[in-house]
Nanobody
Framework: QLQFVESGGGLVQPGGSLRLSCTAS????????IGWFRQAPGKEREVVSC????????YYSASVKGRFTISKDNAKNTVYLQMNNLKPEDTAVYYC???????????????WGQGTHVTVSS
């Protein structure tokens, strides 16, 4: 069974940076697309970014494109989300999720982490 441990969240000032990590256990991530999602208080969960299993494809939402970078280290079974130039509107609980895919990013993800809190405030 695939399980995740997310880490790297915290409190940061506007303009600052954080790197979120999503480390998997139970299965290798070699065949999984990994997505990062976030849910702000009172709002619906939204996709932030996704990285495909093997073809190098990445996706970013318009709100984070140019500021966030997703990467995958198969040797460490870990996916990272580097977040730069953070804004107060980035405040949310961030979740990683996985789904087996041949290429690209799926619409739905079956395995989810517990989330890590990110607060951007001065």
């Amino acid at each position: 069974q695939l399980q995740f441990v997310e880490s790297g969240g915290g409190l940061v000032q506007p303009g600052g940076s954080l790197r979120l990590s999503c480390t998997a256990s139970g299965r290798t991530l070699d065949y999984y697309a990994i997505g990062w999602f976030r849910q702000a208080p009172g709002k619906e969960r939204e996709v932030v970014s996704c990285i495909a299993s093997s073809d190098g494809y990445t996706y970013y939402s318009a709100s984070v494109k140019g500021r966030f970078t997703i990467s995958k280290d198969n040797a460490k079974n870990t996916v990272y989300l580097q977040m730069n130039n953070l804004k107060p509107e980035d405040t949310a609980v961030y979740y990683c999720a996985a789904e087996i895919t041949r290429d690209g990013c799926p619409k739905d993800f079956g395995s989810w982490g517990q989330g890590t809190h990110v607060t951007v405030s001065s």
